[in-house]
C-alpha cells in the first residue's frame, strides 16, 4: 500500500506533540517583562541567555490571555489543563487570572511623574542616551495637560533639568534640548537622583493621583539605599517602574527596584518598544487599581500539591494563600499551580474554589466573588492526554519555552568550568615543555584535553536538541490555535539555532535532518480509535458549557489523498459524541456554503474561512477538525471556534496508530 503525503517537511514541524509542562509556574502581566524583552535582545545579537537573566514570570507576563473584563477593580479566573480528568488520578495544570479593570487612557486620574534617567558614564553608548531622548519625546506626547511631569538626571550627583511642571506650561521643545545637551559621565548614584525625585513628586503630590517614578537606566549605578527607598515611598503612595537599556544591564537590580516600588520592569529593544512602553502601554505600568491582594486557593479533593508560582504563597496541606501588593489598569496577573489528582469516584463536582481579598483605590476593602472550579471525573483513562483549553494552553507552552531557555542557558554556561579546565592544561604543558616530564605530560594534556572538548560539543549539541524541541512545540500551538502569538520566542529559538549550529559547525542538510528527527519516537496512545475520538469529543463539550447551542460541527477534513474513509469513521464517531443540539452540517448544506466563499472543504480548518462558514449557517460557535498522516500514524487535530470573534476557544489533538483495520480503509 503506498500514499501521498503532501507538504511533508512543514509537517514535520508539527510533529512533536505538545503536552503542558507539567513543571508549574506562574507569572505576572506587565509587572515585569524586562527579562523576555531583553531576552529576544540577546539571543539576536549571538548570544545564549544566561540562566540568571530568565525569569520565568516575566515570559509568561508576556502574553496577554484575553481574561474577561471585571465588573469590578480586578476579575477573577479559574481553568485548568483539561476538564475531564481520569477517576486514577492525573497530574493537571490549573491556572488563576487576575485581570484588572479596562478602560481608555482618559479615564484615568492626573499623573504626577517623575522621569529619573541615568547620565553616568556607562550610558555614553549612543543608542542608550537615544533611546532616554526618544522615551522621553514619546511620554510628552502621551501624557495630558492636567498631568505633571519633572525630568531628572543622576550621574555623580542629580541635575534638576524640568522643574515639578503642570503639563500645560511645559515648552517641549526646550525641555528636548535641554536633555540633548545632557552629557553622559561619571559614576551613577541613583540614590542621589532618588531622593531629588522624591522631593520634586511632593510639590504636587496627591493621593487620588497616580504618583509615580519612572527610572531609565542600563542599570549599572551604585545604588545605595535606593531598593528601601522605593519600598518607602510605595507605602508613601509613590511608585517605581523601571526601564532597562543596552547589552550591558543590570537585570536583577532593576527588577528588585521595580518589585519594591510596586511596578513594572521594562526593556527597550528598539523605537516600537519605545512607543509600547511610554504611549501604548504607559497606563498598565502606573496606575494600580487594587492593592495588597490577599488570595486562598482550596482544593476540595485529597490532591498533592506538586508546585505552584505566583505572588508569594504559603503552602498548607490542601490550600495556598498568596499575596500581592498591586494589581494596575489594564494589567494582567497569572498564578499556575500543578496537582495530582486523586484515585476518585467519577462524576461532576467542584474541584477547587478561590477566594479574593483587596483594598481598592478609595481604602475600602473588597472582597471579590469566590470563583469555582468544576472538574468532570471520567473512567475513560484514555482522555485528558493533552490540554485544551486555549489560555492553560498559552500559558502551559510559554512556561516550556521558558524553562527550556533556562535548561539551556544551564547546560551552555556550565562549560565554562571545562573551558577554564582546558586553558590551565595548555598553560601548564607549555609550561612543562621543555622539562623531564614535558612529554608525558603533554600526552596527559592531549587526552585530556579531547575529552573536554568532546563534552563541550555534547552539550552544545544537546542545548540544540533543546531548541530544536521547543521549536516543535511553537509549530505545533500556531497550528492548533491558528496564532502567531510566540514570534518573538520563536525569534529566539531561531537564533539559537543559528549560533548553535554554528559551534557545532553543522551543514544545512544536517541541521534539516535533526528537525525531521526531533519527530521520530512519537507513540500513539493505546485505548483503540473510536475511544481517542470519542475522549477528544468530550473535552471540547466540555468547553462548550452545559446544554450548548448554536454550535455546528463541520466535521474533518485532510490535505493528503485517500483517507476519505477514515475521516467518514472519525465524523462518524465523533458526531455521536455530541450532545444532540449539536447540529452537524449537512452535506448539500456545506457544499452550498463553501462555494459562496469560493473555497474547498480542505480550506476548513483555517480559522477565518471556518469563521465565515460558520456565519453564513448561522452558528455561534462552530466545531472543525484536520487529520494529518504520517507514515505510521496519524495527527488527529479538532478546534472550537467562536464564530463572532473567530477566536479558537478549545483545541485538542490525538495520535492514532495506523492499524492493518485502518490501513483498509485507505486508498491506494
Request: include cysteine; proline fraction near 3%; charge should be negative.
Amino acid at each position: 500500500m503506498a500514499f501521498r503525503i503532501a507538504h511533508q517537511r512543514c509537517l514535520l514541524l508539527i510533529l512533536l506533540l505538545y503536552s503542558v509542562p507539567l513543571i508549574v509556574l506562574s507569572a505576572g502581566g506587565a509587572q515585569e517583562s524586562a527579562s523576555a524583552d531583553r531576552g529576544e535582545y540577546v539571543a539576536e545579537s549571538g548570544q545564549i541567555i544566561a540562566p540568571d537573566e530568565i525569569h520565568i514570570h516575566s515570559y509568561v507576563s508576556r502574553i496577554d490571555f484575553d481574561y474577561p473584563d471585571p465588573t469590578d477593580s480586578i476579575g477573577i479566573t479559574i481553568q485548568s489543563s483539561h476538564q475531564r480528568v481520569s477517576t486514577a488520578g492525573q497530574e493537571l495544570l490549573v491556572q488563576i487570572g487576575i485581570q484588572g479593570k479596562r478602560g481608555d487612557f482618559e479615564s484615568i486620574p492626573p499623573i504626577n511623574i517623575v522621569f529619573l534617567f541615568d547620565a553616568s558614564g556607562s550610558m555614553s553608548a549612543p543608542d542608550k542616551m537615544d533611546y532616554v531622548r526618544i522615551s522621553l519625546d514619546t511620554l510628552l506626547e502621551r501624557l495630558r495637560p492636567v498631568d505633571t511631569l519633572s525630568v531628572i538626571a543622576f550621574s555623580e550627583t542629580s541635575l534638576l533639568v524640568l522643574p515639578a511642571t503642570v503639563m500645560s506650561y511645559v515648552d517641549t521643545e526646550t525641555l528636548l534640548e535641554d536633555v540633548a545637551a545632557v552629557l553622559p559621565m561619571g559614576r551613577a548614584d541613583l540614590e542621589a537622583g532618588y531622593r531629588e525625585a522624591r522631593s520634586q513628586i511632593r510639590q504636587y503630590f496627591d493621593p487620588e493621583a497616580v504618583n509615580r517614578i519612572v527610572i531609565l537606566s542600563d542599570g549599572l549605578v551604585q545604588p545605595g539605599e535606593s531598593i528601601d527607598l522605593a519600598s518607602e515611598y510605595y507605602e508613601d503612595g509613590v511608585g517605581t517602574t523601571t526601564v532597562g537599556v543596552g547589552s550591558n544591564f543590570n537585570l536583577d537590580l532593576m527588577v528588585d527596584l521595580a518589585k519594591a516600588g510596586g511596578g513594572s520592569s521594562r526593556f527597550l529593544t528598539n523605537q516600537d518598544k519605545i512607543h509600547e512602553v511610554f504611549f501604548t502601554d504607559f497606563d498598565r505600568a502606573i496606575y494600580a487599581v487594587a492593592y495588597r491582594l490577599e488570595m486562598e486557593l482550596n482544593f476540595l479533593e485529597n490532591v498533592e500539591i506538586l508546585g505552584y508560582w505566583g505572588y508569594n504563597g504559603v503552602e498548607s496541606v490542601d490550600s495556598i494563600t498568596f499575596s500581592h501588593p498591586s494589581v494596575h489598569f489594564r494589567d494582567y496577573e497569572t498564578i499556575m499551580v500543578r496537582v495530582l489528582t486523586p484515585d476518585t469516584r467519577s462524576g461532576t463536582r467542584p474541584f477547587a474554589t478561590f477566594k479574593t481579598r483587596y483594598i481598592d483605590r478609595e481604602g475600602r476593602t473588597i472582597v471579590a466573588p469566590q470563583k469555582t472550579l468544576h472538574l468532570i471525573f471520567s473512567d475513560n483513562v484514555v482522555q485528558a492526554l493533552y490540554p485544551t483549553d486555549r489560555r492553560v494552553l498559552l500559558g502551559g507552552t510559554i512556561l516550556d519555552i521558558a524553562l527550556g531557555l533556562k535548561d539551556i542557558g544551564t547546560l551552555f554556561y556550565s562549560m565554562e568550568t571545562e573551558q577554564k579546565r582546558a586553558a590551565a592544561l595548555r598553560t601548564a604543558d607549555w609550561l612543562l615543555r621543555d622539562t623531564g616530564t614535558g612529554e608525558q605530560f603533554t600526552a596527559l594534556v592531549s587526552r585530556e584535553t579531547v575529552e573536554l572538548t568532546q563534552s563541550q560539543q555534547h552539550k552544545i549539541r544537546r542545548c540544540l536538541d533543546i531548541t530544536i524541541a521547543l521549536k516543535h512545540v511553537v509549530e505545533n500551538v500556531h497550528l492548533r490555535l491558528d496564532t502567531d502569538i510566540f514570534e518573538s520566542e520563536l525569534n529566539i529559538l531561531n537564533a539559537y539555532t543559528k549560533t548553535l549550529s554554528s559551534r557545532l559547525r553543522i551543514s544545512e542538510s544536517v541541521l534539516e535532518a535533526m528537525n525531521m528527527d526531533a519527530g521520530v519516537g512519537l507513540t500513539a496512545k493505546t485505548g483503540g480509535f473510536d475511544l481517542a475520538i470519542q475522549a477528544m469529543a468530550g473535552e471540547l463539550v466540555a468547553a462548550m458549557g452545559i446544554a450548548p447551542h448554536g454550535v455546528v460541527f463541520s466535521g474533518f477534513t485532510s490535505r493528503t489523498e485517500g483517507f476519505d474513509r477514515i475521516i467518514e469513521r472519525i465524523d462518524r464517531v465523533f458526531a455521536a459524541s455530541m450532545p444532540q443540539t449539536v447540529v452537524k452540517i449537512a452535506a448539500a448544506d456545506l457544499s452550498v456554503a463553501l462555494s459562496e466563499y469560493d473555497v474547498k472543504e480542505t480550506d476548513l480548518f483555517d480559522t477565518e474561512i471556518s469563521r465565515g462558514i460558520g456565519e453564513s449557517l448561522g452558528a455561534d460557535l462552530l466545531v472543525s477538525g484536520y487529520l494529518v498522516p504520517l507514515s505510521d500514524s496519524l495527527i488527529v487535530f479538532v478546534r472550537l471556534i467562536e464564530v463572532e470573534t473567530g477566536t479558537v476557544l478549545s483545541a485538542t489533538q490525538t495520535v492514532l496508530n495506523l492499524t492493518p483495520e485502518l490501513l483498509e480503509l485507505v486508498d491506494d
